[in-house]
Each structure stands twice: as C-alpha cells, then as structure tokens.
C-alpha cells in the first residue's frame, strides 16, 4: 500500500514566524509532488509543486524535496492569520498505470496573531 | 473558463437508496479523480481514470460506482452497499503524464453527501 505521511498537528506557531510542514512517502517511482491548502468546508487549492531534488521558492512558500530520504516540506515565512488551515500533501507516480495520486491526512496549522 | 463542476453542492439519501454525483471538467484533462473526505480527516482515492472506458479502484472502492464514457465526465454513485456515506465528496482532474503539462490536480468545490 503506498502511503503518504504527515503530521496531524495542530501545528501552532505566531504571526511572522517560519511554519514547517512536513511529508514522508513510501512508494520510491513518486515523481510529483504538491501541497495543498483547504480552508475549513472548502476543497483544496494548490499552493506549490515540486518535481526535483532541492529546493522551489514561490513568494512566501519554500517547497524542499529530498528523493533519496523520501521526505518533502513546506516552509513557510512569515506566517499570517490567513495561512491558518489544513496543508495536504500530495504525491503521484506520473504516467500509465501508475497515475493515482495519494493524499496525506494533513496538517493543521494556526498562526496565532 | 475552464474548470471542473461538481453537482449538487449537497444531497441528502435515505437508507437503501443510490444516489450519483455528478463531475465535469473542460480543462481537457486524461485523468479524473474521486476522493471521500471525514470531517478532520485526509482525502481518501475512492477511484480514479486515467483514460476515457477505464478506471481504477482506489482504497476504499466498496460501495461506490463510476464510469467514464465521456473524456469530461466521471460521474460517482453511492450505492445502497456503502453503509456509511455521509461525507464530503471531491472530485479533481489533471493531466495523465507531465509531457502534456504540470500534473497538479484541479478540484471541483464537492458534495457533501448525508443520509436522513
């Protein structure tokens, strides 16, 4: 069975600081990997994607990918109240047969003001 | 624009009954998804296609249908076998494979499914 894990949280940190997300997956032919952020009733939204070993930058969202440890991340700087919400990461093996995507259970993050 | 639909927003079932809910998308995507979501829990793959006639079961498959007769559309039906349906339904789409583009999945704003 292929698994993605995550911390459940909550994850508590305060307004300005660094939030760390993190994901392990199991299945070594993953080659996509997302994190999503789904605000209370409502579906998920695509934050960042990462397809290679090292590190992506987009804005505040820093997405760290390490093949070899099986291990993704999410940072995030300067956190605010608005980034308040579950972060699911996501991982898929692209192509064929092979295209499920798996979801990990989540994690809760509140930036405390 | 281009995006997928989800419909109803909500449905209500009685015991015993079948009930489908409805997914398009016009993003021209290969590969269609259905996810259950629990109040405070991930999303669970209930079944996925990659390609139009075909589909794959996911990790809780039992009690659920679907078909794909149509590259737009994967509807999902709750059968009367599932015992316990009540529960928030996503849908999402993408591209099969990264030649044809970034592979990020789109989400429909799902069903919350409840049975009376």
């Known amino acids: 069975q292929k698994e993605v894990e995550q911390n459940s949280g909550p994850l508590s940190v305060p307004e300005g600081a660094i939030a760390s997300l993190n994901c392990t997956y199991s299945?070594?032919?993953?080659?996509?990997f997302f994190w999503y952020r789904q605000y209370s009733g409502k579906s998920p939204e695509l934050i960042m994607f990462i397809y290679s070993n090292g590190d992506k930058e987009d804005g505040r969202f820093t997405a760290q990918l390490n093949k070899a440890s099986q291990y993704v991340s999410l940072l995030i700087r300067d956190s605010q109240p608005s980034d308040s919400a579950t972060y699911l990461c996501a991982v898929s093996a692209d192509g064929g047969s092979q295209g499920n995507l798996i979801f990990g259970k989540g994690t809760k993050l509140s930036v405390k003001p | 624009d281009g995006g997928i639909t989800q419909s109803p927003k909500y449905l209500f079932r009685k015991e015993g009954q079948n009930v489908t809910l409805s997914c398009e998308q016009n993003?021209?995507?290969?590969?269609m998804y259905w996810y259950r979501q629990d109040p405070g829990q991930g999303l669970r793959l209930i079944y996925y296609?990659?390609?139009?006639?075909?589909?794959q079961k996911g990790d809780i498959a039992e009690g659920y249908s679907v078909s794909r007769e149509k590259k737009e559309s994967f509807p999902l039906t709750v059968t009367s076998a599932q015992k316990n349906p009540t529960a928030f339904y996503l849908c999402?789409?993408?591209?099969?494979?990264?030649?044809?583009?970034?592979?990020?999945?789109?989400f429909g704003q799902g069903t919350r499914l409840t049975v009376v």
């Open positions: 999402a789409s993408r591209w099969a494979d990264r030649e044809r583009g970034n592979t990020e999945a789109f």
């Open positions: 299945d070594r032919g993953s080659q996509s």
């Open positions: 993003l021209n995507h290969d590969a």
């Open positions: 296609s990659q390609i139009v006639n075909d589909f």
